[in-house]
């Protein structure tokens, strides 16, 4: 890697990389960006790719633009001044990016029944057929009259009539 | 007959107990349920969009029929007090149908239960979330529903995602179409907000940096409420249930006791 061709001349643009371009340079910033002390409550990031408007734009050579493919990638960081480069970093790990599974690979067949849902369906099940048994017997067994042991009578409806009774000193008229 | 008759007065008494428990539950049962299918949670037409919502219809269901029991209890007091044989008849048989339809809810409301896994829900989410080329009006109608669903989620429980946001980028999706993975490695619903509404760092929460966006799943606050709702209706249901059987037993018994 030639640190001394300038950033944005052939061989390094944006929109040349991979097929014409070994490398691209981009992110580009000064010193201002990184005042020591920090702003509290402003993060750095340098993020790779967030530039999309300039994806084709010749007149950008250091846009920050998507990758194009999946990888796998390696970043160095390059300080320069007016004269030329003053520092550089060694190239990092090859970076690869995710690739994303076709969204059909999903398999949303359901695990086992819960215990819970078997508990129900079977108890309930089981109860329902046992009602249903005793209401078939019962009404075998209703029909004849001789089946089950004793009977109750239903309560009878006992009428007391109110009589006038007629009592003999309640007669003024008698006594006189 | 003096002993006869005393036990024949302690049943009487325990079924005109048990009606007035099932009368109780009846409404309890209505409420519950009138509660869930008014949806508090807004997370109707995440079901409703594949069509899985029969949690749902199990709740219609048991408003139905906790009237119906409500009404059977006093039917059933009334031919208690009576003996009546045709009374008892009817209420025996209507409160059989009542048992069945109650019994098809908890189980409907306890299997559909486990269908709801949280791949369910992700793959849903990715298939409909800002889907814009739409087939037909019925699909585009359900898609705004699961966006808005998903919006109201997001925003307000500080989530993102099923799983978390990077299920936008494990898998392809209808968004990742429209929404390129420079500017929207995930929805932008998932950063985080200032009072304004608008994300505090941008580049943050595209990068990921903690603080800056909701690293956690929505699955929680999705099955946290249907848990609730399945569960209510299948368990309340079950014991409902339970009791209605012994009740059912001991008026049989009376019914065959009672001289016609």
Known sequence: FDNTVEPGSPGRQFQQFPSDAKAYMTLNTSILNYPCPKTPGEISVLRVGSETSCTKDKNRPTCNGPLPGPGPYQVKFLALNDSGPVAETAWSEPITLRTAQPLSNISTAPSNHSAAMIAITSILSILFAILLATLVAMLLCGTEPTCGSSTFSKPEEVRVQRYNTHHVYDQPAARL | ?260
């Open chain 2, 1 to 260: 007959m003096a002993k006869s008759d005393d036990g024949i007065r302690i049943l009487q008494g325990l079924l005109i107990f048990g009606n007035v428990i099932i009368g109780m539950c009846g409404i309890a049962l209505t409420a519950e349920c009138i509660f869930f299918v008014s949806d508090p949670h807004g997370l109707y037409s995440l079901l409703e969009a594949t069509e899985n919502d029969d949690i749902y219809a199990a709740a219609w269901i048991g408003i139905f029929v906790g009237f119906a029991l409500f009404a059977l209890s006093i039917l059933g007091i009334v031919a208690v007090i009576k003996s009546s044989r045709t009374l008892l008849m009817v209420y025996i048989i209507l409160m059989l149908i009542t048992y069945a339809f109650e019994m098809a809810s908890c189980i409907t409301a306890a299997t559909q239960r486990d269908f709801l896994t949280e791949n369910h829900f992700l793959k849903q989410m990715l298939e409909r979330y800002k889907k814009s080329n739409t087939d037909n009006n019925n699909d585009k109608r359900r898609s705004e529903e699961v966006t808005k669903t998903w919006d109201k989620l997001m925003l307000q429980n500080e989530c993102c995602g099923v799983y978390g946001p990077f299920d936008w980028q494990n898998y392809t999706s209808v968004f990742r179409i429209t929404h390129s993975d420079a500017d929207y490695p995930w929805p932008h619903n998932c950063c985080v907000t200032n009072a304004q509404g608008s994300p505090i760092d941008l580049n943050g929460c595209k990068l990921g940096v903690p603080g800056y966006y909701h690293s956690k799943g929505c699955y929680d606050a999705i099955s946290g409420p249907m848990n609730t709702h399945a569960w209510g209706v299948a368990w309340f249901g079950f014991a409902i249930l339970c009791w209605t059987f012994f009740v059912l037993l001991g008026t049989m018994f009376y019914w065959s006791r009672v001289e016609y």
